[in-house]
């Protein structure tokens, strides 16, 4: 299959997770079952149609609106399905359209929910960190085991950089944190770092930004989630970890 092809191919059906990851953010912070009830209207109840259920075509053609009742969906349904797509599809360009790309495409599964569940809820579930430690190593295990022992190192320094932060300032970083950027360190090996510095620096920058818009005392009581930094970061670093690690590696060593 042609990177071009493959690149479709995850766009597609990038999207189509993401419509079930929409459901993954809005079920399981409540502890609801994810495969019943099926989706349905939030405002009248109506089961929607598997023909109303296409990724963010569905959304377009029906403007927004439930079919029966006509109420509005949010449009952030359709965003997802869209970003996640695009990633996907981004992911099998960058890594190509074989075994190499399965580590990355399975990290974007993983950090749309945790982003969209941490932005709603301030937590990170520990199901999807299990899902991401169990899952990171075994893909490494059949497609690239010689790096494991460098994710699994990663992992522990990550994961540890951050429990001390936490241990230190624990109003600033909670435990899912932690668990997040350990994980990160699985997926990413020797390019979480970058991750965790964008992740820094990132939400460095929008804290001053809400300090300056409230004020110093209103702006430090504002609770802002931290997970969509790492996340943030998490992307960067799979498609330009690597290089900026050795860029820093060539000029500073």
Excluded at 59 to 67: A, N, S, T
Excluded at 68 to 83: H, M, N, P, T
Excluded at 101 to 120: F, Q, R, S
Excluded at 137 to 160: C, K, M, N, Q, R
Aim: hydrophobic share 55%.
């Amino acid at each position: 299959m042609s990177t071009g092809l493959g690149a479709l191919v995850a766009g597609l059906f990038g999207a189509i997770f993401g419509s079930f990851l929409n459901v993954v953010a809005y079920r399981l912070p409540r502890k609801e079952s994810l495969a019943s009830p099926p989706s349905r209207c939030p405002s009248c109840g109506t089961p929607i149609k598997p023909y109303d259920n296409i990724p963010v075509l569905s959304w377009l053609i029906l403007r927004g609106r439930c079919r029966a009742c006509g109420e509005k969906f949010s449009g952030r349904y359709a965003l997802v399905e869209l970003a996640t797509g695009l990633l996907c599809a981004g992911v099998v360009l960058d890594k190509g359209a074989d075994s190499d790309a399965y580590l990355g495409l399975a990290l974007v599964l993983l950090l749309v929910p945790v982003t969209l569940i941490d932005l709603d809820h301030r937590i990170i579930p520990n199901t999807l960190m299990i899902i991401g430690t169990v899952v990171a190593p075994v893909i490494l295990l059949a497609t690239d085991p010689d790096s494991l022992v460098e994710h699994l190192i990663a992992a522990a320094a990550g994961g540890g950089f951050f429990l001390l932060a936490a241990l230190a300032y624990p109003a600033g970083m909670g435990m899912g944190d932690v668990k997040l950027a350990f994980v990160l360190g699985l997926f990413l090996g020797g390019a979480v770092a970058p991750a965790l510095l964008i992740a820094l620096l990132s939400g460095t920058v929008i804290g001053v930004a809400i300090i300056a818009r409230k004020g110093q005392a209103e702006g430090r009581k504002t609770q802002v989630p931290f997970g969509p930094f790492l996340a943030l970061g998490g992307v960067v670093a799979l498609f330009v970890g690597d290089a900026i690690a050795d860029w820093y590696v060539d000029n500073f060593f």
